[in-house]
Each structure stands twice: as C-alpha cells, then as structure tokens.
C-alpha cells in the first residue's frame, strides 16, 4: 500500500496535482523461497512467501521523475538500479517526483531485494501519475519491467510475491494465495556474499542444456515436492513440510547450487532442531539458508551470540494478537 505523507495544499493556479503534489511512501517486502527456485525459471510451480522485511520508497513533489540512488551500492547494483528505473519511469508516462529508498534487506542474497524495491518503487510512481493506490496488478506488470533489467529473464516470483504479501504457489506468471492452517515461521540466516542470480541461473541453464533429459527429471521432482509442500502448509503439517524442504535442499545440491558453507548452515539448523532446511533464492556460492522452526527466535538469538547474522520471520498462518 502507498500512504500519502503530509499532502501540499492545492495548486496556486487551481491546477489538479493529483498523486504528483503529494509525498508517497510505500513498502515492498523481501520474500524467501520455501520450494521450487530455478524450476520456477523452467515452468515449474514454487511455494513463496513475503517476509517482515523489505524496501521502502519515499516520493516527494519534483519537477521531474528522479531517483536518488542509495550510498553504498556497487557500480554494478547502481547501473542496474538506474536503468530499472528509467524504464519504469517511461512506463508510467514520468510522474513529477523523485523517489528515495530506505532498504531492510541485504542485496543480491536471496531474499527478493530486487523484486522488493521494483514493487515499493512501482507503487510510488503509479500513484504519483494517477493519485489513487494502485492495483496490485498494475504493480506487478510494471515492477516486472524493472526486474527484467535486473535479472534478465525472471520467472517473476520474486516481485509476484512482493506485491501479494503472502504466501503464494506461483506458476508461469500465476499466483495462487496459499492459506495455512498454522503458522509457518523460518529463521533466515545469512552466509556470506554470492554471485548474481543472473550469473547462478545462466550457468544452470548451460548444464541443462548439455545433459537436458538428467536435469529435466531432477526439475520435475522439485515440481512434485512443491506440490506436496504446499499441501501440508495448508494443512498445518510443518513436519512434513519440512521434510519437502530438506528433499527440495538435496536437489538443489544435485544441480550444483549449494557450497561448503550453505551446507554448513543447512546442517547447522537441522541440529539445532529445524524441522526442516535449505538454501533459498538462487544459491551458488552463498546467500541465504532457511529453517523452518516452531518457534524460531531462541534459535536466533543463539546464532546471532555467535556471529550469524539472522532473524526470523511469519510466512502465513494465524498470527497472535
Ligand atoms: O534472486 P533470488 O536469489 O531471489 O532468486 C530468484 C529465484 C530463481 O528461481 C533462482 C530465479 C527466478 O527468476 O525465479
């Protein structure tokens, strides 16, 4: 949702200032992939859920459409970021505003920075050009514009599952909420820097182009345990949605996407009673793990005593008062 912040009076000319005279902020949060990243690129169904964190943008009045990109971000991140935002700014015909970014989420680990910031951003500028909350379909059809700058060719579950900030069984481009019966808590722990998903994904596709029947038939089990996977969420059965995940985890490992220190963590988590764990988002070298846990933050207030970077958070399911 976009919220107006301190709206200016009318114009001294009486002109309509629609969404452009007023300050805008809005959120887009980061997401974990329980089931199904990379088969998703290839047609196959992924279970997807927003997280507690995410990217806000901030719209104030301007006399053009500008971003003001964020300290600290690589030459790489801040072309990217540029040319992202140029195409969306010319899909929604360049409102008068210029929009800042407040990030809770680390970059190019994982956890949908990207497809975050394209929904947060998206918001701002549709509501700039037309002054009422924008649909979320609009969104996700112009946060999809900036994420194809971003990454190439996205299955687009990252900023699908943004803008719907739930859980969601995702397929070709379709989102489907998926309602669970408990709450679905992971921890979400860090382990270091990665390559692009763009580079993670281009070298998948080149071995699955080589050897295509072998990596075919490891796509459509990570398919099927999706499937299986989001029938328990909605039942409520976090043991053997957990099991789906350590199997979903052992796949990816097959497709050669975890390292030495994701499987580390993987082991890490399961010992310290995840029900279930796994890499989540491209893998590669590093990025991020998740551990589905019942009740996940004594687990991370231990590793964040011994340096692990981690939080937790609600996918779905009842939540308390
Ligand atoms: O960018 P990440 O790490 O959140 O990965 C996105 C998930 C992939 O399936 C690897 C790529 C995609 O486009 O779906």
Known sequence: MTRAVSPVPPSPRGGERRGEGKHLTA????????LGEHGVVYGHPAL???????MRAWGVPSDSTSLEIPEGI????????????????????????????????????GLGSSGALAVAVSRVLLEAKSGAPAKTKDVEALALEMEKEFHGTPSGVDHTTSARGTMVLFKKGRATEVVAAKPVKVLVAMVGPRSSTKQTVGALRERQKRWPARYRRVFDQIGRLVGEGAAAARTGDLEALGDVMNMNHGLLSALGLSSPQIEDMVY?????????AKLTGAGGDGGAVIGLFREPEPT?????????DCFASQLAGPRAL
Do not use: D, N, T, W
């Not at 959120?27 to 329980?34: A, E, Q, R, S, T």
């Not at 997807?48 to 995410?54: K, P, W």
């Open 300 to 308: 991370v207030m231990k590793l964040r005593a011994q340096g692990v």
């Open 27 to 34: 959120f887009g949060p980061g997401k974990v992939i329980l």
């Open 48 to 54: 997807a859920a927003a997280i507690s964190r995410g």
């Open 268 to 276: 890490r988590l399961r010992g310290l009673g995840a029900l279930g």
């Open 74 to 109: 690589s030459a790489a991140h801040q072309e990217a970021l540029e040319r992202a935002f140029a195409r969306a700014a010319k899909q929604a015909r360049h409102p008068k505003i210029s929009v800042h970014l407040e990030s809770q989420l680390p970059l190019s680990m």
